[in-house]
């Protein structure tokens, strides 16, 4: 890497410390940056406007910018459809011809047909940050419930929609978050969760908490909609309802504090005025419903069971002593089912691949699916009349293809392949396995072009997340096609505190195992190094929210170690991530800074906490979305702020804050080729790679 020529001094904006030191648990603790929560203050937006300033300053004199643009923008311009799902006698799917900014929900009587648009978010607002975040059809078909957001926040505003005449009821529901609608077995109504009102001025930055659930009956103000649901202690308490196939049951199931579903309850709808009762209370274990047969309900549940299991509860007799086994656990991790025409549809994740089986009731399997080849089974949709089952598959190097599966003959075929200008057979992807510094075998995926060569000196791209029983699967990445077009090596790492080897890979990465985590990943870049694909000069390290401490904490720990690092929408600041919007829930993965020993454990990782002033970082790019009401943006503020301060190396520390983006939710087309255009940009740049602008993207 040719440093002189390619790092030249960045006058940063000013960075003011204030005197902000508290002292918690007998510990002073300076936070020199509190006033950039104070967003958006003026003092705290004129600093944004002033980083981005310098960001976009600094990327745009990039020589290979444009050229990279342009083929991020010819990868993302194939169409690309979603899983379909029945509505009376109309299929419904997303469509999106490449470029709109936000995908349409289309309509069609048979699949072979024409689709035809039924509701186009790109008409809601000139900038494309409308977008659709759910839809739910009524049980006579009748109706469309569809939830939208707006610049990326995660708050959600539902409307219903006639599916005959295409228009919109005056029906509308506001404050509901992560939340779904589930209509009556009449049609006459549907039941929601959502939030408190915000105070004004503080919808993307209060707590969210106080959730309860309620009933709306068309035709009626959201004020006058019936409390179904709430708990003593609401701001502990998270909801989400099913109702039984033959509408005589709602089915509410409870998390306590953002952490499992260790809580059921029922109410019967048959009956006027009946109570709330609970059937299920297992703390700290997890229950997700699939679906019901009369009076038996079943769920997924890691009950007795790391890897997951599937039993059946009959609400007559609930005690656990009548519960019935119907798939038992075994060495793959039960990721996903879907219960349709009496059979189970389950998805396994088989060394961080996609599996797929159809089972019986009685838990024998009958089939297991051929799948496409290497790749992560998407999505699962189904319907009973007729009985049919879709699902979408994709992997590192291609993208999402549809599948509809015939669950009475057993067969499936493609419906959908999207085409895109990408020669995937020149390339190579396999999975290794690596030793973490206690001895753990991590399993990692790379991508390159073949005929790699391994001198050590290949800019590498190291990816992870490891956190909230999340797994990294192979999945399609514009971004990462076009990396390695640049002869870039893509490697994702799957590390503790994910789901890919079921609850105990979590919990050996969760709360007072969160080191792991970052040993896990450092034990990753150590090991390309070792095997000659990559040098410190050469590589790169990102991650996406839990993914964005992972690397905040990795280069406060390890600077040493990487050239640049991509910093996305992080939680940086391990201290007070829980006093904003939804941070709370995720105490139950971190730990709380209310207790003395959890906080003395988050403080000696807290990236913000642990920037050492006058040392030498790599070059590092901080990015947020001013609406990210998921991991508040002052997080991403206060570590590019500190970070600024404490850089003694050339290599810049840059932060870009979007305007109207959130965590990621609805991003447009445009912004995401903005995003991915910027990243790339800036990795070619600070890693000092060589490419021929003329054909810079040539895959064979």
């Avoid at 049951?249 to 309850?265: M, N, Q």
């Amino acid at each position: 890497m040719k440093e002189n020529k390619r790092q030249n001094a960045i006058e940063y904006p000013a960075n003011p410390q204030g005197n902000t030191v508290e002292t918690i648990h007998g510990i002073q603790i300076p936070d020199p940056y509190r006033w950039l929560e104070n967003f958006p203050s003026k003092k705290t937006q004129d600093w944004v406007n002033s980083q981005n300033t310098v960001f976009f300053n600094y990327i745009a004199r990039i020589p290979l910018r444009e050229a990279i643009r342009q083929r991020v923008t010819d990868l993302c311009s194939h169409a690309k459809y979603g899983i379909p799902f029945r509505c009376g006698n109309r299929y419904f799917f997303s469509y999106n011809n490449g470029m709109q900014d936000q995908n349409t929900l289309c309509y069609a009587e048979s699949l072979a047909d024409k689709p035809s648009v039924f509701l186009d978010p790109n008409s809601s607002s000139r900038d494309g940050t409308v977008a659709l975040t759910g839809v739910s059809a009524s049980r006579d078909g009748a109706y469309l419930a569809y939830g939208v957001s707006t610049a990326g926040s995660d708050w959600q505003e539902w409307k219903i929609r006639s599916v005959t005449s295409g228009h919109d009821l005056e029906d509308h529901l506001k404050w509901i978050k992560f939340g779904s609608i589930v209509w009556s077995r009449d049609s006459e109504g549907f039941f929601y969760n959502c939030f408190e009102e915000p105070a004004k001025e503080r919808e993307y930055k209060s707590l969210n908490c106080c959730e309860k659930l309620y009933y709306h009956r068309l035709g009626t103000a959201q004020s006058e909609d019936e409390l179904v649901f709430k708990r003593p202690h609401p701001e502990e308490w998270g909801f989400s309802s099913n109702i039984t196939s033959d509408g005589h049951y709602l089915i509410i199931s409870v998390k306590v504090g953002g952490e499992c579903t260790s809580e059921i309850f029922y109410k019967d709808l048959h009956l006027s005025n009946s109570k709330v009762i609970k059937i299920i209370s297992e703390p700290n274990r997890d229950f997700a419903y699939i679906g019901s047969d009369s009076s038996i309900l079943f769920f997924k549940t890691n009950l007795d069971a790391p890897n997951l299991r599937v039993i059946a509860v009959d609400i007559l007799r609930p005690q656990r002593q009548y519960w019935k086994e119907i798939v038992s656990e075994n060495k793959d991790v039960l990721q996903g089912v879907l219960l349709c025409n009496h059979k189970l549809v389950m998805v396994y994740l088989h060394r961080v691949q996609s599996q797929v089986k159809i089972l019986d009731m009685t838990g024998t399997v009958l089939q297991e699916l051929q799948l496409p080849g290497i790749g992560t089974v998407t999505g699962l949709s189904g319907c009973e009349n007729p009985p049919e089952v879709f699902y979408g598959f994709s992997g590192f190097l291609t993208p999402e293809r549809i599948y509809k599966y015939d669950p009475e003959t057993g067969h499936s075929f493609l419906l959908w392949k999207p085409q895109i200008d990408f020669n995937a057979n020149a390339y190579k992807t396999e999975q290794v396995f690596y030793r973490s510094n206690d001895g753990t075998q991590i399993p990692m995926s790379i991508c390159y072009k073949k005929g790699l060569k391994r001198d050590g000196n290949n800019p590498t791209y190291l990816y992870g997340y490891g956190g909230f029983s999340h797994s990294l699967t192979p999945a399609f990445s514009v971004a990462n096609l076009v990396w390695i077009e640049m002869g870039g090596v893509y490697a994702q790492a799957n590390l503790r505190g994910g789901g890919e080897y079921g609850e105990f890979w979590h919990k050996a990465g969760m709360k007072s195992n969160k080191q792991n985590v970052f040993d896990d990943f450092i034990a990753a870049a150590e090991w390309l190094m070792k095997k000659k694909y990559t040098n410190p000069s050469k590589l790169a390290i990102g991650g996406r929210s839990n993914g964005g401490l992972l690397v905040g904490a990795c280069i406060t720990q390890r600077p040493d170690l990487f050239a640049a690092c991509l910093l996305l929408v992080g939680v940086l600041d391990m201290l007070r991530f829980h006093k904003f919007t939804i941070g709370w829930t995720s105490i139950f993965e971190y730990g709380s800074p209310e207790k003395p020993e959890e906080f003395r454990r988050l403080l000696a990782y807290s990236p913000y906490y642990n920037i050492q002033a006058k040392s030498t970082y790599p070059a590092t790019l901080i990015m947020t979305g001013d609406h990210d009401d998921r991991v508040f943006p002052a997080h991403s503020f206060k570590f590019a702020a500190a970070l600024q301060k404490a850089q003694a190396g050339a290599s810049p520390v840059l932060i870009q804050t979007e305007s109207r983006t959130g965590h990621g939710t609805g991003k447009s087309t445009s912004k995401s080729i903005e995003e991915i255009t910027n990243s790339l940009t800036f990795l070619v740049w600070n890693l000092g790679m060589e490419i021929e602008l003329d054909h810079p993207f040539r895959s064979s």
